[in-house]
């Protein structure tokens, strides 16, 4: 059974800098492209960020590109964000995925929809 826990989350003010962790089992980590997504309230589930497999290829929704970066550590089974200059607009619930590709390129860039392993989520609060 895949499990995906993250862990991390928390209230910081605006322009602060949190780190999420998401620990995977139950699946071959290093086969697997990984993702994070968020959800506002209100709001539809959306891309954050996306890494393949061995961590040479990232991917980054406009919004959060040049403050968060995505990470990882297939020896622990773990993926990382890490969220620098926080906003307000950036507070929502963040889910960790498990894409089932493997790798991406310019014609199979990330994809939510082939996310098939999900977390339950970890709540992220900015306040301004």
């Known amino acids: 059974q895949v499990q995906l826990v993250e862990s991390g989350g928390g209230l910081v003010q605006a322009g602060g800098s949190l780190r999420l962790s998401c620990a995977a089992s139950?699946?071959?980590?290093?086969?697997?492209?990984m993702g994070w997504f968020r959800q506002a309230p209100g709001k539809e589930r959306e891309f954050v960020t996306a890494?393949?497999?061995?961590?040479?290829?990232?991917y980054y929704a406009d919004s959060v590109k040049g403050r968060f970066t995505i990470s990882r550590d297939n020896a622990k089974n773990t993926v990382y964000l890490q969220m620098n200059s926080l906003k307000p607009e950036d507070t929502a619930v963040y889910y960790c995925?498990?894409?089932?590709?493997?790798?991406?390129?310019?014609?199979?860039?990330?994809?939510?929809?082939?996310?098939?392993?999900w977390g339950q989520g970890t709540q992220v609060i900015v306040s301004s």
């Open positions: 995925a498990g894409d089932t590709v493997r790798d991406y390129g310019p014609l199979m860039l990330p994809q939510q929809r082939l996310f098939a392993y």
């Open positions: 139950g699946l071959t980590f290093g086969t697997h492209a």
């Open positions: 890494i393949n497999w061995s961590g040479s290829s990232t």
